[in-house]
């Protein structure tokens, strides 16, 4: 008798198991999908393009790509690398780079054809980038320059190089001395007075595209926009005041018109409620709904927006649709670019000792206040901070999405 009541014991706890993983699985499948996320996926399953495939297809009709970023994303300087001996293959022989100034080309040509590569010299005209812009000391953005260094190796020693062009500006930030300095329109314009993003696009188009060559330009996807207009708006209002003044996208379009082509790499959109609060998922979660249809070996790809359902979606919670009834994908960028979900997005690898007793006196010179007040260890802290992207960055949107992927 014992024994009978012990089965029946086992059987019913065994039942209440099945059960309650019968009613999990099934609350996972019941999962609602806009309808529209369901023909993005369709979309990506029948005209399905890796990202590095879809980069070198967009060069037939348009002689130069855009490739924009939310930076400090690892996976995103990691395609460009990837992408670097894909471009010469097929005959595009520049990358262009927001990450890295002009004014040391000299340095960057230098660099990426000798005979051994200097990685000090990388991580100089890597450091004159952060001193500037205020991004660099990352292995993943500063090893580009390795990358094409490794192909021009590999190559005959008279044959074209693939050359990496510097295009941003010199900010004199030493300019910067007080704390009052740094909401002084004044000295603000004397910081920025050489810095234009028209400047840019004259580079690219001198350097490049007057050569008769094509070019990939990589930089932060608020510079790679060409059709679209950035805007402003009162953000407690919500009503749009104007668009910003030209982009380095919006002056090489100027150039050269449909023969530039922008990729925005899938990343966080800025909230309706404006650039301080909570980023906010792209096109309202759509494709990221979209990627969690797919099976996971599908879920890095890149489609054209003007031709395919992804260029039709919209945005009721970003700052972008501001200046737009309606805003579309499609005005956004020309393509787009997945490559995971947020859930596995990583933060780039800070470069060791970046800031160190070589170079400390340096770069106190070229920072403003209170930058250029900081010791060794809380300058490369305060660096290393910034690449901790789920921390901060991204922590809204992987918050959004956690749930789609169990």
């Keep these: 008798m014992k024994n009978l009541q012990k089965k029946i014991y086992l059987f019913g706890i065994a039942a209440i198991c099945v059960f309650l993983f019968i009613s ?12 529209e996320a369901k023909d993005c996926a369709d979309y990506v399953l029948q005209n399905y393009m890796t990202p590095e495939s879809y980069v070198i297809e967009k060069f037939k009709d348009h002689d130069a790509v855009i490739l924009g970023e939310y930076h400090r994303i690892k996976h995103d300087p990691l395609l460009v690398q990837k992408l670097i001996p894909l471009l010469y293959e097929n005959g595009i022989y520049t990358v262009a780079i927001e990450f890295a100034l002009y004014e040391d080309q000299p340095l960057i040509d230098a660099l990426v054809t000798a005979s051994e590569y200097d990685e000090k010299l990388a991580q ?5 980038a952060f001193l500037s812009i205020g991004l660099g000391g990352y292995h993943e953005y ?3 320059f390795k990358a094409a260094w490794k192909l021009n190796a590999s190559l005959p020693p008279d044959s074209k190089k693939m050359r990496i062009l510097g295009i941003n500006d010199v900010l004199d930030w030493s300019l910067q001395k007080t704390e009052a300095d740094r909401n002084n329109p004044e000295i603000r314009k004397k910081i920025f007075r050489n810095f ?33 207009r950035q805007p402003i708006a009162d953000v407690k209002t919500g009503k749009f005041i104007r668009f910003v003044d030209l982009r380095f996208g919006n002056a090489l379009y100027e150039k050269i018109k449909d023969k530039v ?9 800025v909230s309706v409620q404006g650039y301080d609060a909570s980023y906010v998922l792209p096109v309202d979660g759509v494709i990221d709904y979209a990627m969690a249809l797919l099976p996971k070996e599908n879920r890095h790809f890149g489609v ?3 031709s395919s359902p992804f260029g039709l979606l919209t945005s009721q919670t970003s700052y972008y649709k501001y200046g737009y009834e309606p805003f579309m994908l499609k005005d956004f960028c020309d393509g787009y670019i997945c490559q995971g979900p947020f859930t596995e997005y990583e933060g780039v690898t800070p470069i060791k000792d970046f ?6 006196e340096y770069a106190k010179e070229h920072l403003g206040y209170p930058f250029n007040q900081h010791s060794i260890n809380q300058m490369n802290e305060g660096n290393a901070s910034d690449a901790q992207i789920k921390r901060h960055h991204l922590k809204s949107v992987i918050e959004a999405v956690k749930d789609l992927y169990k």
């Design 124 to 128: 100089k005209i890597n450091l004159n």
């Design 355 to 360: 800031i160190n007793e070589d170079n400390i």
């Design 142 to 144: 500063c090893d580009i």
């Design 304 to 306: 054209d927006t003007a």
């Design 24 to 35: 999990c699985f099934s609350d996972n499948t019941k999962q609602e999908f806009p309808k």
């Design 261 to 269: 082509f922008t990729i925005s790499l899938h990343c966080p959109w």
């Design 196 to 228: 234009s993003e028209k400047n840019w696009a004259d580079r690219v188009k001198t350097e490049v595209l007057d050569r008769g060559e094509k070019v990939l330009c990589y930089c932060g996807m608020h510079h790679a926009f060409s059709k679209y």
